[in-house]
């Protein structure tokens, strides 16, 4: 599958509802991808124990460009999880569809392709105004499945559509009930969920959650669920307890900026400094929320020459081998590795840390981040790829290639790597963390 042209905020999207002009980044596939009730300040106590590790679900495999909506699903379904123990599979296919809508009503198909890129301030609105639904009450056909073909061949058909089909005049791409009926034809939407989201929403989404159902209830016959009803675990940035609050408070409302979302426990996106002493403040920062289980979402560079058969991103690789394919990716930290921990040497990964003061060491100027282990969406077990993984599924950016630089090159048109237009670039590019940290 052809690595999109994925450049960092460069690509354009049209905002939800056309309030704004946003940005978003593609999403690097790998290479041979193919389809196949509320609870307010509930306290739980301190962190009391702490992990090396954020406790996620299971690893899934996108088979489109759309990690982004993977990663801020994994995010979702790992807060949920420290909240209840409850093993959610949210569908990132229900998200896909109201990412489309959106762009498609609202002019963001200038090609004739619905563009799959974005951001988590982008998933984070569209959570806000459409909800989630559970795959199994989406598309019960992929609840056990890994990797979604009705997102490959949806993603087909919306672009045969746009091209040369009901949808390749700009007239009926503002037809909301005409991109609506396109869309459940080509995610296989059956009969009646098509009518759930009639009924919520309107034939031509006349109706959205943040609006028309702040003070009623959704229907009891209908799957689609708001922010407000995911249970979740999040730190209180005043008093440091853990609080069982909603996925609502998460994701906060949108803010002035079209990536800032507002609201006492909103996570917000926070782009990586240029300077040795920032970084390692930085640094600092997310260790600090994956200690206390917050699952942090991380936008960085692909390059696939840098990634080694025991699943690491080296510089060293990199720099023997040249630029490859590139582009952008959005995965969820699950945990990392440094050395010259004062009084404690190296704290490995994968190895469960109960030492608070250990812990607290680590976070100190002199302690070296080896690297940042991150759930990623290429799917689990894959000898094909990288045969040597220590957790298939996971993959570890070693911190010299974060730091870079490395070289970021220009597409042919064919799509290969132009090795001859490239410049200097940092592959690390933001992370998204809570208030507090």
Same mark, same amino acid.
Request: glycine share 8%; hydrophobic share 40%; net charge neutral.
């Given at each position: ?35 196949? @009730? ?11 124990? @702490? ?88 598309? @019960? ?97 005043? =008093? ?73 991103? =080296? ?123």
């Amino acid at each position: 599958m052809a690595i999109l042209d994925l450049l960092k905020k460069t690509l354009p999207l049209v905002a939800l509802f056309g309030s704004t002009t946003t940005f978003g980044l593609g999403c690097a596939s790998n290479v041979g991808d193919e389809p196949e @009730p509320v609870v307010v300040d509930d306290e739980v106590g301190a962190t009391t124990d @702490p992990v090396t590790e954020v406790s996620h679900t299971k690893v899934k495999r996108q088979s489109i460009g759309n990690c982004w909506l993977y990663a801020t699903a994994s995010w979702m379904e790992a807060l949920h999880k420290a909240a209840t123990g409850e093993e959610l599979n949210v569908s990132e296919s229900y998200l896909t569809y109201w990412d489309w809508f959106d762009k498609i009503t609202n002019g963001g198909v200038s090609d004739g392709k619905v563009p799959t890129g974005g951001t988590y301030a982008t998933a984070a609105e569209l959570i806000n105004r459409y909800g989630w639904m559970r795959e199994a009450d989406f598309l @019960p056909r992929e609840a056990e499945e890994d990797m979604s073909a009705a997102q490959s061949r949806a993603e087909s058909a919306i672009n045969a559509a746009l091209t040369t089909g009901a949808l390749k005049d700009r007239a009926a791409r503002q037809d909301r009930a005409l991109v609506r009926a396109e869309l459940d034809k080509a995610f296989g939407v059956s009969a009646d969920v098509t009518a759930q989201l009639d009924r919520v929403f309107g034939k031509g989404v006349t109706k959205t959650l943040d609006r028309s159902y702040k003070t009623r209830k959704v229907p009891a016959t209908v799957k689609v669920a708001r922010a407000r009803d995911m249970v979740v675990t999040l730190k209180s940035p005043t =008093s440091g307890k853990m609080l069982k609050k909603t996925l609502q408070d998460a994701i906060g409302a949108r803010g002035s900026w079209w990536n800032e979302r507002e609201g006492t426990y909103a996570w917000n996106e926070v782009d990586y400094p240029t300077t040795p002493a920032a970084r390692r403040a930085f640094l600092t920062r997310v260790p600090r929320a994956r200690h206390d289980g917050q699952p942090v979402i991380i936008s960085w560079f692909v390059d696939f020459n840098a990634l080694t058969s025991d699943a690491k991103f =080296s510089k060293d690789a990199l720099d023997k081998l040249g630029p490859g394919r590139q582009g952008g990716h959005m995965t969820v930290l699950h945990d990392y590795e440094v050395t010259d921990v004062p009084g404690f040497g190296t704290l490995k990964a994968g190895v469960e840390e109960t030492r608070p003061e250990a812990l607290e060491a680590a976070l100190s100027d002199s302690a070296k981040i080896s690297f940042l282990r991150i759930k990623n969406s290429w799917g689990a077990y894959r000898p094909d790829r990288w045969a040597e993984a220590v957790i298939p599924g996971y993959h570890d950016l070693m911190l010299p290639y974060l730091d870079g630089p490395v070289k970021k090159c220009a597409e042919t048109a064919s799509g290969a790597t132009d090795k001859t237009k490239c410049s200097n670039h940092t592959p690390l590019w933001d992370v998204v963390l809570p208030p507090g940290y």
